[in-house]
């Protein structure tokens, strides 16, 4: 009996507490799934396992950013930097490496639920997320509880995310109907509080008609599209807080935080705020990176076992309905964000963190529902609302989960602090009752869950596809029914005077250039690519990236080498090989003929 309770130890010490060798195993289990050959099987494995490991780098890079940040900005404004007992990257390696069991744990009640339950009829597919909840959930677990056994806190937290993913695109239908025009999609993102909050209370608060006051009437200034890319506002906004920082920070602290550096303060000031944006950017990497391989496998189990569910998918899929609304939140929201940094320092109560993906993503939330309800106006309050939340939310998030992952706090959507919050204090409230108490609390979720898909089973009386609330017109832009191009570093073109697109030709046509590493060969061909395209007349977006990247993304035409396209397989309805980067007439000829082939040209 103990040899057997020491292997089942060892397994779990050497294999399950390891995230990047767990996140491998889901692969596998999900590719040998999916009958894929044993090259893909393997390949897939790897890259799932490559990019945890990349993810924990980012992280790395992301809590060193931070901590320089944050101390140097308290100096500068007369307060301690804020402090916690754990950290993100100690949390993971810990209590959460349970995260990828709770996901696939959670995945699997998810479709039960969908299954069973008629009126649970979106199944959730935003990979990304499903990790960052399950992180959240398991700390707020271990905030509550305090050492939790793993399997009880993998039990309880795929039961109570697996309720998360069914009831999350429900309680956003009606809205998601305003924005899409139909319910064929449904929303599943984490700023879904932040949607339902700017929905309601715009229409409560009549802020506005939704026709008469459409954001997509309004022309904002050509100079802030820099802003969308995520990269890029990070570095900047963070770069301009730490020079001013500086300026004002005790010496002693700045030198204290460049240790070993003999560059200039401003100039090393310059170089955080660019590792800080680094950080971000190698950790949403990581982590698109092994979803890439789980979540294709997670919806083709979706496909066979829920042939008739629909999808529920990332909160990019409305931006098209409404781009220039997208940008009036994000903009509105990074100034609140940034007003609110300034009266916390003031009022000496926070250090806050810009957090730029969650005001852009958070931000354009909040303008797209906000304008489907009450036009720009509506997309106005949500970035107000989306500011105020993630300031506030950041403050005491931090205080929170100081004993876990603190860093959670910088990186959180709405969605994060209203589960989480529930969660601790239901402990809290619960806490009486000893250990039984966490299974009171899944039992308890569930129990709603239930009770919710019943009541909403029964008032049901139509088919929801076929509804439209003709009381609140869908504002949308002239490309309404374009695909979603909210890609990173996607660039714009345009038809050539006079040229016309084919009606079966999606417009603007989404392009993307891969290669192996996504920096150098692959930036090539999208030069070459956007410039032949632009000569053809044809109406486009084109972004570049890396084969592994690439597997998580959508497209209508994907450029690249013949041996990245058979890694690719059908990507995109139109898979392009090109073998020469630079000549603009081997591309063009390449492009004409599998255009015209599909019908596009």
């Not at 109907?177 to 929303?187: A, E, I, T, W």
């Amino acid at each position: 009996m103990d040899v057997a309770l020491d292997i089942v130890q060892t397994i779990t010490d050497n294999l399950f507490s390891q995230v990047a060798l767990l996140i491998g195993i889901i692969a596998l289990i999900g590719l040998l799934l999916q009958r894929k050959p044993v090259e893909e099987v393997v390949a897939g494995s790897l890259r799932a396992t490559i990019g945890v490991v990349i993810l924990n780098i980012g992280i790395d890079i992301f809590v060193g950013g931070l901590l320089s940040f944050q101390a140097i900005v308290s100096s500068a404004v007369g307060l301690q930097p804020p402090t916690a007992a754990s950290s993100l990257a100690e949390f993971t390696a810990g209590a959460g490496s349970v995260v990828p069991v709770i996901i696939a744990g959670g995945f699997v009640v998810h479709l039960l639920l969908v299954r069973i339950f008629p009126a649970a009829r979106f199944v959730y597919l935003t990979g990304h997320l499903m990790y960052w909840m399950a992180v959240v959930i398991a700390a707020s677990f271990v905030e509550a509880f305090g050492d939790v056994d793993r399997w009880t806190l993998a039990g309880v937290g795929a039961i109570v995310i697996g309720c998360y993913w069914v009831l999350q695109p429900l309680w956003t239908e009606p809205l998601m109907r305003k924005v899409m025009g139909d319910d064929s999609v449904g929303l599943a993102h984490t700023t879904s509080t932040l949607a339902v909050a700017t929905g309601y209370g715009a229409r409560a608060l009549r802020l506005g008609d939704p026709v008469r006051h459409n954001a997509e009437n309004l022309t904002l200034p050509k100079a802030l599209s820099f802003f969308k890319d995520i990269n890029v506002s990070t570095a900047f906004v963070i770069g301009v807080i730490m020079l001013v920082a500086i300026a004002f920070a005790d010496p002693e602290v700045v030198s204290a935080q460049m240790g070993s550096s003999t560059v200039l303060p401003w100039v090393w000031g310059l170089l955080q705020a660019l590792r800080f944006a680094a950080g971000i950017a190698i950790l949403l990497f990581g982590v698109r990176m092994f979803l890439a391989e789980i979540v294709p496998a997670f919806k083709g189990l979706s496909e066979k076992a829920l042939p008739g569910a629909r999808p529920a998918l990332d909160i990019p899929v409305t931006f098209t309905r409404a781009p220039t609304a997208v940008m009036v939140g994000f903009l509105t929201s990074s100034v609140v964000f940034l007003l609110l940094m300034g009266v916390f320092a003031a009022a000496g109560w926070f250090v806050l963190v810009p957090p730029m993906i969650m005001l852009f993503f958070g931000g354009g939330a909040g303008g797209v529902f906000g304008n489907a309800v009450a036009g720009w106006r509506g997309a106005v309050f949500g970035g107000v609302l989306n500011g105020i939340l993630l300031a506030f939310g950041q403050w005491l998030s931090w205080q929170l989960y100081s004993g876990t992952a603190p860093e959670l706090a910088t990186l959180a959507d709405p969605d994060w602090f209203a589960v989480g919050w529930l969660l601790i204090g239901a402990g809290a409230l619960l806490s009486p009752l000893g250990a039984g108490a966490i299974w009171v609390i899944a039992g308890g979720v569930l129990a709603v869950t239930v009770v919710v898909l019943l009541v909403m089973g029964r008032t049901r009386t139509a088919p929801a596809a076929t509804h439209v609330d003709e009381a609140a017109p869908v504002a949308t832009s002239p490309v309404s029914g374009a695909r979603a191009t909210a890609m990173a570093g996607a660039a714009p073109g345009g038809a050539a005077p006079g040229a016309g697109a084919r009606a079966d030709r999606p417009s603007p046509m989404v392009v993307l250039a891969v290669c192996g590493a996504g920096m150098g060969s692959s930036l090539i061909l999208r030069t070459t690519a956007e410039k032949v395209l632009r000569e053809m007349g044809v109406e486009f977006t084109i972004s570049h990236t890396d084969a592994g990247s690439a597997r998580g993304m959508t497209a209508d035409v994907v450029v690249a080498q013949p041996t990245y396209l058979d890694e690719l397989g059908d990507l995109a309805p139109v898979m392009v090989p090109v073998t020469s980067f630079i000549d603009a007439a081997h591309v063009r000829t390449r492009l004409t003929e599998h255009l015209e082939e599909k019908g596009w040209l």
